[in-house]
């Protein structure tokens, strides 16, 4: 018998597996002609990037807030709502990296084939059927609520910052606002050059991070909770300043003896830089991590910036400041929201999503990473509350809803310039809400962030409080 040389089984068996590839794809091609027809990168496509022919984006009330009309992208016909919703709706372009119109471009219009399959592969135009191709829209829901959009937008004011409120149990985003806005439907032409109008491309809530300030203090106590046994036992007294790691930390004001339910509530710097320094970078590392620092949030396609927390290089002192927002700690209103989402929900955060039907999608809430344990959580959550009650008032942060609060004033400058925030969520079982909001050189929490808080929980209220739990 001949025998067959290594060499020619081997030319053998690559022939075989060449014409095999060739049959499978195909077949493949075949099979799945329209998906390959009708594929974007499909250069005899009609385009699929503009927005002549996409489908409508819808609020969670049915309020058209763009469509096309005649070969033209129409948005709502109400400025103030077209304003107010411009960061998650986008224009015509696709300036707003975070937009629905710029990162689900694609999805709202769709090529549908008719025809056969060797269209566009480069045959001769007698042999294929373009004509058979057809552009459709596809329309897009969204969780946000363009009338408490608007109200949002009126809370900022002539700040520039971010306002952002979602469902703690659903997940669902029932606002998101950035200012500075623009009018989609009529965009500036100075948009590039007038000052009023710097960052308007930029979705505060997703894409900006900010010094958190007294806000970090909860990542602190939670900490402390954890790490200290006694810590709910231990008082300080506060003088107005004290030494960590040789230099001053300062308050505000003196507040007295405290102990950590107090020192949350006056937002005494002392206190919680102590802490930090005495827990020391790798456990505060940790804890902030946990909190969702040095990671971005990711949903509907659309990816949050960096929260920040690095003390690799910190001094005792700026790891003490570190521990109450300062040094060079970085945080986005929507992490900051989550964080208060995971403490209402005792310890782990119900993930926040802004689409709520696209091409026949379902949602169901997704669970993220605990923050916190449970105890503490609810401890944290007893705080917060109490910080609301015996501090900021509460007709003040809003009488409607029974809110859990912390402010933070986050320096930014040598010469006293500060960001002012707020953020928290609200015990009521039929309006589970959690939100951040910051205004950026508000300077003072109470008599900014508060108000602008109040603005928004009460609307939030009345469009949503009833006596049906999550009757949304």
């Known amino acids: 018998m001949r025998k067959i040389s290594s060499r020619s089984f081997m030319i053998f068996i690559m022939t075989v597996a060449f014409f095999a590839g060739i049959a499978y794809h195909t077949v493949n091609l075949i099979a799945h002609s329209s998906e390959w027809i009708t594929n974007p990168m499909n250069d005899e496509l009609p385009s699929v990037y503009g927005l002549a022919n996409a489908g409508k984006i819808i609020d969670r009330n049915g309020v058209i807030l763009a469509q096309s009309v005649d070969g033209k992208r129409i948005y709502n016909e109400n400025e103030d709502t077209r304003k107010a919703c411009v960061h998650v709706v986008g224009d015509d372009s696709v300036n707003i990296a975070t937009a629905i119109q710029t990162v689900h471009r694609t999805d709202l219009t769709e090529n549908k084939f008719t025809g056969n399959f060797i269209f ?45 409120v979602y469902n703690y149990k ?22 590039n050059t007038d000052p009023a109008y710097d960052g308007a491309y930029l979705n505060r809530a997703l894409s900006a991070a900010y010094p958190p300030g007294s806000t970090f203090k909860l990542i602190t106590a939670n900490a402390a909770l954890n790490e200290i046994p006694d810590i709910e036992q231990s008082l300080y007294t506060c003088t107005g300043k004290d030494q960590v790691g040789g230099h001053d930390i300062v308050c505000f004001e003196p507040n007295g003896t405290v102990d950590i ?8 710097n002392v206190f919680f830089a102590k802490i930090a ?28 910036a960096e929260s920040v927390y690095n003390v690799s290089s910190a001094s005792e002192n700026e790891l003490g ?25 005792g310890g782990a955060p119900v993930m926040p999503y802004l689409i709520s039907s696209m091409k026949g999608m379902t949602r ?15 401890k944290i959550a007893d705080m917060m509350s109490y910080t609301v009650s015996s501090n900021y008032g509460r007709d003040y942060v809003c009488g409607a809803l ?40 508000g300077n003072s929490s109470y008599s900014v962030a508060i108000p602008a808080a109040n603005k928004v929980l009460t609307k939030a209220a009345e469009l949503y409080k009833t006596t049906s739990p999550y009757n949304f």
């Not at 339910?261 to 005494?268: D, G, H, N, R």
């Not at 809430?365 to 344990?373: H, K």
């Open 321 to 345: 400041w570190s521990g109450v927002g300062q040094y060079t700690v970085l945080e986005t209103p929507v992490n900051m929201a989550v964080i208060s989402a995971a403490i209402a929900n």
């Open 120 to 164: 566009g592969l480069g045959l001769p135009q007698l042999f294929k059927s373009g004509d058979s191709v057809v552009t459709v829209g596809n329309d897009i829901t969204l969780t946000i609520d363009s009338r408490l959009q608007r109200t949002a937008l009126e809370a900022l004011g002539s700040y520039s910052g971010a306002v952002f």
């Open 402 to 441: 029974d809110v859990c609060a912390k402010t933070g004033t986050a320096e930014v400058s040598d010469d006293g310039l500060s960001h002012a925030w707020i953020t928290g969520f609200s015990r009521d079982e039929d309006c589970p809400l959690a939100f951040s909001i910051i205004l950026e050189y």
């Open 261 to 268: 339910k107090e020192a949350l509530s006056q937002s005494c």
């Open 364 to 378: 169901e809430p997704a669970v993220g990473s605990a923050i916190m344990n449970k105890e503490t959580a609810d």
């Open 170 to 191: 659903t997940g669902e985003i029932l606002c998101m606002v950035s200012t500075p806005v623009y009018d989609p439907q009529n965009v500036p032409e100075d948009i």
């Open 277 to 304: 320094a005495a827990l020391g970078k790798d456990k505060m590392t940790a804890y902030a991590e946990r909190a969702g620092f040095n990671s971005s949030i990711k949903f509907d396609g659309i990816e949050s």
